[in-house]
């Protein structure tokens, strides 16, 4: 959607503005009561990618790096696409649209648990592309990540809100293994990059997401028995499962504790790793 005002509306008239013609994008840093506030903007777009208040200077100057970082990394991303696109051997990898990716991942959730209707969508928009994966009861949201996020071309560090990309080995028979990672510490991050030999037979590709998302809905017979078990483990009652307007989910009750935690959060937690 078009920004209803231009980018010089955002833009306190005191900030300074921090700019990377490399990474066409510019970050415009100000104060107010001794607060520390920055917002970034990329390309011709009006509207900030991010407006956030910073506790120090220097977490206000890494958090404008990992931004410059990123838009580069995009940048040269989709210059590889293109390239590529045309017959110019870039990086002697092949690139995987979001949807083929998808495709991957569908196969790959059907080989793991038979029988198990997912849900697999993908969505590409501005700076990258995802894909949704949804099922009900089932196999456990660990046992489906295992297998669903090995198709992620992403990675991000929350430490210093920075994305890196993934190359992998692609298999005849659709599974992959890492070949490539940028990892984050060359960039004070936490995340290793390397390099991994494949298979004889596989060939190098880009993967179209940058992330897989698995969300699993829970029926109401399986989450009552979830909660009864939890009631009993910690010798409480059992939450309230509710069936309404906005699903099925339990009933917070903030007097109903384990410890210092509302009982449902033990339920959700045994909802990760339990199979129905």
Known sequence: MKAMFPREYYIPKDAVAIEDKDADGVVCHYERNGVLY????HGKKAAPDWHFRFSSAKSRDDKTAGHFANLKGHKKMMAERKAERKNVPASGKDWLSCAETASLVRAALKQSFPGVKFSVR?????MGASIDVRWT????SKAV???AKQFEGADFDGMIDLKSYNDHWLSPDGTVRLAHA?????SLGVIPG???????DARKVHLGADYVFCNRDLSAGFLRLLAAKVGKKYGVPAPEVVEDKHGTHLKED???LVGDRPVTDFVHWMAQETNA
Request: charged fraction near 25%.
């Open 137 to 140: 009861d089932g196999p456990s």
């Open 38 to 41: 920055a917002m970034a903007f």
């Open 194 to 200: 390397g390099e991994w030999k494949g298979p004889a």
């Open 254 to 256: 903030y007097t109903n």
């Open 145 to 147: 990540e295992k297998v």
């Open 182 to 186: 940028d990892g984050t510490v060359g």
């Open 122 to 126: 993908s969505d590409t928009y501005s």
